[in-house]
């Protein structure tokens, strides 16, 4: 019964984005280095974003890959991960940063979203979740909980 629950919970959130507004293209983050960015430099390329945080073991774990996936120059997307500082009990941004920088991820793009507009935006409910972006920024899919490689490469095309 849980199993049967779970899939019509995911079938029913694998679209299902805010109301009303579906592009990112205006939203501001800030970077790894404290910088003010955008997401207007992916424009004209379709985008993988995993949603994570520190917390999240599953998320942890998925790190590595996501690492390797982001040097893969044939894959034909972007990849970047974002990060909700002080949403869903991820720590603060300057808290955040210093953890991040102790890790051995060096091809990763973390993007804070202090905000949490991606969260409202996606509806996004729990670590880690996929977002999908066409290449005017506009949200074409959420997908929650962990996809490997190919299934983002699947997912992505």
């Given amino acids: 019964m849980k199993k049967i629950f779970g899939l019509i919970l995911m079938l029913l959130s694998f679209n299902a984005v805010a109301e009303g ?20 430099k992916y424009k004209g390329k379709n985008i993988y974003i ?13 790190l590595a890959e996501i690492d390797e996936l982001s040097t893969d120059s044939n ?3 972007e990849v970047i991960t974002i990060v909700s500082p002080d949403q869903k009990g991820e720590k603060s941004s300057e808290k955040f940063i210093e953890w991040y920088k102790g890790l051995e991820y ?8 202090e905000k949490g507009e ?25 997908v929650p909980g962990h996809l490997n490689s190919e299934q983002i490469k699947e997912m992505s095309k």
């Fill in 75 to 77: 894959k034909g997307f």
């Fill in 106 to 113: 060096k091809n990763i793009v973390v993007l804070l979203d």
């Fill in 50 to 62: 995993k949603m994570w945080a520190s917390w999240c073991p599953i998320c942890l774990a998925g």
């Fill in 118 to 142: 991606v969260l409202k935006r996606t509806n996004v409910r729990g670590y880690p979740s996929s977002v999908f972006l066409n290449s005017e920024l506009n949200i074409k899919k959420v």
């Fill in 21 to 40: 507004d579906k592009s990112l293209q205006d939203i501001q983050f800030k970077d790894i280095n404290n910088n003010v960015v955008t997401l207007e």
